[in-house]
């Protein structure tokens, strides 16, 4: 069928063929309210285009959306969804005791994840970064710990959903009076589903302090990694 002024037959390929040289379509308005609202209480079906006119905030949940891969995703950013990444920085000591305790956070460095994701971390579990996508993660930390005496050792981990992936240690060998500062770092990439929790974890065998003294010693970094770059 051919929707025009001036007739004629529709295109060959098309079940609607809209041809105007002074007006433009109208989809439906929508209040989009994040990228896996509903419509009528029902999910969409794939392919679905609506304009929504929710431009508070940033104006992220504004404008022309398609129903891609059970979410809504804006024209000209559709092609591929943000990764998720975060960066957590410790500024306040922290006293960790004999066995294994998390590191906590309180601030965020940086981070980017996709319109309408629930934050990766937040203050009420400052230890903790969920994963809401999933995919494979490059995780980073490190940790700074104060006067590590004569065979007192301490050991950082990252966790995945309660279970040591990576670690690493020191242990002082010199003087058993003479405590060295030390910050201890680690790497690994894991593969997470939705809904996984990434911890950083402390263990001493004698009460001890974390210790960033301001310098941004004590992080932790998880990122997404692309799985379609074009």
């Known amino acids: 069928m051919k929707i025009a002024a001036s007739g004629g037959s529709p295109n060959p390929g098309a079940m609607l063929d809209v ?32 304009f929504s006119n929710n431009w508070s905030g940033d104006g992220s949940l504004g ?21 998720s990444y975060i960066k957590l920085i410790k500024n306040n000591d922290q006293i960790v005791y004999p066995g294994e305790q998390d590191v906590s956070f309180d601030q965020v460095s940086t981070r980017q ?22 995919g494979w993660y490059f995780v980073s930390a490190s940790c700074r710990m104060e006067y590590v005496f004569m065979n007192k050792p301490r050991y950082i981990s990252i966790m995945h959903k309660r279970n040591q992936v990576t670690a690493v240690g020191f242990n002082n060998n010199g003087y058993g009076n003479v405590g060295n500062n030390v910050t201890l770092n680690t790497s690994t990439m894991i593969y997470c589903e939705e809904n996984d929790e ?10 001890a ?17 692309p799985t379609n770059l074009f």
């Open 19 to 50: 041809e105007s040289n002074d007006r433009g379509f109208v989809p439906p308005r929508i209040y989009l309210t994040g990228s896996f609202m509903q419509l009528n209480g029902t999910t969409p079906t794939e392919g679905t285009v609506i």
């Open 63 to 83: 404008g022309l959306f398609v129903w891609k891969n059970s979410q809504w995703g804006r024209f000209g950013e559709s092609v591929r969804t943000p990764t």
């Open 113 to 134: 994840q996709p319109i309408g994701d629930t934050p990766m971390w937040s203050q009420a579990n400052p230890s903790t970064v969920f994963i809401w996508r999933k």
């Open 198 to 207: 990434i911890n950083l974890s402390c263990y001493t065998e004698d009460t």
């Open 209 to 225: 302090t974390i210790f960033p003294s301001g310098l941004l010693t004590t992080q932790m970094s998880v990122t997404q990694l």
